[in-house]
């Protein structure tokens, strides 16, 4: 599986756009890149994946280049309750269920 | 959307003894997933049980200190044996959601371990 590079921390303010940017220079044809977020005391929660270009779900938009060795997910106008560790994965999807190997992730914090 | 529950929630243990962590399932599911993650980490994954073999098992991790049993397509067990300060951690249980993307899975709430 491809390896993943994230900042480890980021601030950000009730309101507004926070874009997380992942790195994985080594991914492959199949490979999908997913999100998760992890509150406090809780287990992950998937957010949103894609292949190329721009996904949007109701939670975040995914942003990939051609190049696909980038994404940022971009979270509009954020609350208190987008405080969370962030965590991007690079795996293939189809074919059979995958493992799923978490890198360091982002912790944002939200602030008033 | 699948329902996962981990019992216990939260234990306290003595080094030396184990501890089994169960993770039910609301509905069928062909594997299951098996992480733990210690204090401030990301979550590591220890094996993969499938209904009906033996458990897969992550590079670091053996059968003999983390058993693990799948009886049925609802149920797993995750033991922690002969445990030491080191297996402090949360464990948690994941299934894939079923659906067109394999890289979706439900997590458990994660059975916090503390060991003494």
């Known amino acids: 599986l491809a390896k993943t590079t994230q900042p480890i921390s980021m601030d950000s303010y009730e309101g507004q756009e926070v874009n997380i940017t992942c790195s994985h220079n080594?991914?492959?044809?199949?490979?999908?890149i997913t999100w998760y977020q992890q509150f406090p005391s809780q287990g992950p929660r998937f957010i949103i994946q894609?292949?190329?270009t721009k996904v949007t779900n109701e939670v975040a938009s995914l942003f990939i280049p051609a190049d696909r060795k980038s994404s940022t997910l971009s979270l509009p106008r954020v609350s208190l309750s987008d405080t969370a560790v962030y965590y991007c994965?690079?795996?293939?999807?189809?074919?059979?269920?995958?493992?799923?190997?978490f890198g360091a992730g982002t912790r944002l914090a939200v602030h008033p | 959307s699948a329902v996962i529950s981990q019992k216990p929630s939260r234990d306290i243990c003595q080094r030396g003894t184990s501890l089994t962590i169960q993770c039910q399932v609301d509905s069928q599911v062909t594997m299951m997933f098996w992480y733990r993650q210690q204090p401030g980490q990301s979550l590591t994954l220890i094996a993969t049980a499938n209904q009906g073999s033996e458990a897969t098992y992550e590079s670091g991790f053996v059968i003999d200190k983390f058993p693990i049993s799948r009886p049925n397509l609802t149920f797993s067990t995750l033991t922690v044996s002969n445990m030491s300060p080191e297996d402090s951690s949360i464990y948690l249980c994941?299934?894939?959601?079923?659906?067109?993307?394999?890289?979706?899975?439900?997590f458990g709430p994660g059975t916090r371990l503390t060991v003494l």
């Open positions: 994965l690079v795996g293939a999807s189809g074919g059979g269920y995958n493992k799923l190997i």
């Open positions: 080594n991914i492959a044809t199949n490979d999908y």
């Open positions: 994941s299934v894939p959601t079923g659906a067109s993307s394999y890289n979706e899975q439900f």
């Open positions: 894609g292949y190329k």
